[in-house]
């Protein structure tokens, strides 16, 4: 199948063994918008260490409890890090603006998001970025027919769970691949 005829909305991104990048060296990236016009995607497998979303909320000032639920804070790329999504199941909907992405899964980039969650009102399933990976016109085609990425079916426990480490061998073993049986050349007929 010719990678540039895939519409890639609702996907997940597996970085090959090889990936020359390091940030995003054994990533999972859950594709919420692709377009001939580019494509955008949020890490779901690189957690902040510095920072818990309690201390984002006290960072902007936002009330919380001791039951405000411990979503993990995740890298979700390198662009516009300061910025935060969250991508959650699709009971939930912001009344300033939600992106259903598909496959239950939605996205919502406003401050209520935030505010819901530490209420108790927020999404049942529920993870937040910092920044975002985006690509231009072609080039995360390019990049898949250059064997940088594998694709496959999004899973809530990769998406959602908490064993970050464990996303990257996971999504492959969806494929039907061994990770440590992956080969990083790539070979073409």
Same mark, same amino acid.
């Given at each position: 199948?010719? #990678?540039?005829?895939?519409?890639? /909305?609702?996907?997940?991104?597996?970085?090959? #063994?090889?990936?020359?990048?390091?940030?995003?060296?054994?990533?999972?990236?859950?594709?919420?918008?692709?377009?001939?016009?580019?494509?955008?995607?949020?890490?779901?497998?690189?957690?902040?260490? *510095?920072?818990?979303?309690?201390?984002?909320?006290? *960072?902007?000032?936002?009330?919380?409890?001791?039951?405000?639920?411990?979503?993990?804070?995740? /890298?979700?790329?390198?662009?516009?890090?300061?910025?935060?999504?969250?991508?959650?199941?699709?009971?939930?909907?912001?009344?300033? $603006?939600?992106?259903?992405? $598909?496959?239950?899964?939605?996205?919502?980039? /406003?401050?209520?998001?935030?505010?819901?969650?530490?209420?108790?009102?927020? #999404?049942? =399933?529920?993870?937040?970025?910092?920044?975002?990976?985006? %690509?231009?016109?072609? =080039?995360?085609?390019?990049?898949?027919?250059?064997?940088? %990425?594998? /694709?496959?079916?999004?899973?809530?426990?990769?998406?959602?769970?908490?064993?970050?480490?464990?996303? %990257?061998?996971?999504?492959?073993?969806?494929?039907?691949?061994? #990770?440590?049986?992956?080969?990083?050349?790539?070979?073409?007929?």
């Amino acid at each position: 199948m010719d #990678p540039s005829a895939t519409h890639l /909305t609702g996907k997940l991104l597996i970085a090959m #063994p090889d990936m020359a990048d390091p940030r995003f060296a054994k990533s999972v990236i859950y594709i919420c918008a692709h377009s001939d016009e580019g494509a955008m995607g949020l890490i779901v497998n690189k957690p902040q260490l *510095q920072i818990s979303f309690t201390d984002l909320l006290d *960072q902007m000032q936002l009330p919380h409890t001791a039951a405000t639920p411990d979503i993990r804070v995740h /890298t979700g790329g390198p662009v516009e890090t300061a910025r935060g999504f969250v991508l959650h199941s699709t009971e939930y909907t912001s009344g300033q $603006g939600t992106l259903e992405v $598909g496959g239950g899964i939605g996205m919502t980039a /406003t401050m209520d998001v935030l505010e819901d969650i530490a209420a108790g009102r927020g #999404p049942a =399933q529920a993870m937040l970025a910092l920044g975002y990976a985006g %690509w231009g016109a072609g =080039q995360l085609e390019q990049e898949i027919l250059q064997n940088g %990425w594998l /694709t496959c079916d999004p899973r809530d426990d990769i998406i959602f769970g908490r064993t970050n480490g464990d996303k %990257w061998s996971s999504a492959l073993k969806s494929l039907g691949i061994d #990770p440590l049986l992956l080969s990083a050349t790539a070979g073409h007929a």
